[in-house]
DNA sequence: ATTCTTGCAAAGCCTTTGCAACTGC
DNA sequence: GCAGTTGCAAAGGCTTTGCAAGAAT
């Protein structure tokens, strides 16, 4: 995964989390398993799903229960502070918070997910929807490809089955 | 769904299937069921998932068991005869064949699929698999949110609301 | 005749839920 | 103490698979 610049952002993933169980009607409740689910995954800036989280957690001794990481997952989507990526075959989730907007190129040979920004893109999109009175609530763009790395590795392959 | 000029294509759908079946070191075989999935899906341009496409073949009196649907769905989609599109919370297909690339507005109220194509989407991911060394193999873009329609019916509903 | 396809039932996989015990506020 | 959260086990939805019977070439 290569990295673009992170954004600047006013309070903690764990601060906003908290605002946003309290706001609005909301009167939902900040426990231990959620605060370290929020720790760990902020701790780090990677695709992960849930499965894999819930490994890597109790790898680390923190307590986890299955449910209650799809329960917390869920709010945290809806949180503002993950975004739910839906690579066909698999689920990941990725930081939608303190990080900027942008899309991916995944590649199907060793999963890897490279980031870019376009502003072309944008203004495409909004162009579309312009033309099309259709209210844009956000999208999802995945390039399916192989990777840089494993492009060399292939053509190596290739040069060393030659011989 | 609104449509999207259909494309010059030499082979019908079906004969493009019994190539596919055909060819490369394949014995595949093309049965009765496959001609009438085959039939019955380019016979109508739309967006469906197994489930409706099983209940709609079934309410046709044609014979289709579901692990056979998905089976020769999937054989379909290799055969480049149809294409997989992942909305999250559903899985459709929509024609790959005869029909010109392009990709999705996706309605979150009504569930309706809108078409486009701009050229300057695929300039775009042109340019970034270029700089990023990244052999390209294919891209989903979704755009999500309310279309046109939707939206009318909205603000009518928000007016009837005031009176 | 041989090899592939079918269909049933059953399993798999990921995710959600009912409910009693528990915990944050 | 009340309302929301947890965790178990169980169910759900969708998709795949083992295998014996059937069909295509």
Request: charged letters at 30%; aromatic letters at 8%; one cysteine or more.
């Amino acid at each position: 995964m290569n990295a673009l610049p992170a954004v600047e952002v006013s309070q903690t993933p764990e601060e906003k989390f908290r605002e946003y169980l309290a706001s609005r009607s909301r009167t939902q409740r900040y426990t231990a398993q959620q605060r370290d689910m929020v720790k760990y995954i902020f701790s780090k800036h990677n695709h992960f799903d849930a499965d894999e989280l819930i490994d890597e957690m109790k790898r680390e001794r923190l307590r986890v229960s299955r449910p209650t990481v799809y329960r917390t997952l869920k709010k945290l989507v809806d949180a503002g502070l993950l975004r739910r990526i839906n690579l066909g075959s698999r689920t990941v989730y990725e930081h939608d918070y303190g990080y900027a907007q942008h899309d991916h190129l995944h590649c199907e040979q060793c999963g890897d997910m490279l980031e870019f920004h376009d502003p072309k893109l944008e203004q495409m999109i909004n162009d579309v929807c312009r033309q099309n009175h259709f209210q844009y609530a956000g999208h999802a763009l995945i390039i399916r490809g192989v990777c840089a790395r494993c492009n060399r590795a292939r053509v190596m392959k290739h040069r060393l089955d030659l011989v």
